[in-house]
């Protein structure tokens, strides 16, 4: 333990608590999508582990490489970035179906195309709102913010920001 506490630069011990949610949120994954491939709840279990051992491998992967682009201050702060950005983007695309069905537009009354065109716009323009909410809500008010004005400045929104 106190190897893994070193190597994720962590000082107290409720900074654990990020770890724990990435390794449980990892395991959710991989529940989920060796699911998608077998029904039988024994067989799920025995696909899940080698799901969970590639997206482990893959995410310390994009750690290490995104270490050195993102300025942060302890290692363990980039499970909280990974975590705010998961539950940024299911949040969006969980209140793009209430507005959609607010304002009646569903696939039947609206062609396809263009049902998830006006989606996707929705979820993006709540993500960018929802992105530096939960940033503040999980101690990362800063490099979201910054984030986010990258972000516009790249939709060319850069005379709103500066």
Sequence with gaps: MKKFKENWEIQHNWQLLFPIIGIVALLYSSYKLSSLFVDNVWLIVLVSIPIFYVLLKFFLFLFKKLEKKWILQYKWEMIRVFIVFAITGSTSAYIGKPIFSLLGITK???????????????????????????GWLFGQFNFFWEFEKKMLRRFGLKRFID
């Design 108 to 134: 039947e009354n609206l062609n396809p195309i263009v049902y998830w065109v006006l989606f996707i716009i929705i979820g993006l323009i709540f993500y960018q709102l929802l992105l530096v909410f939960f």
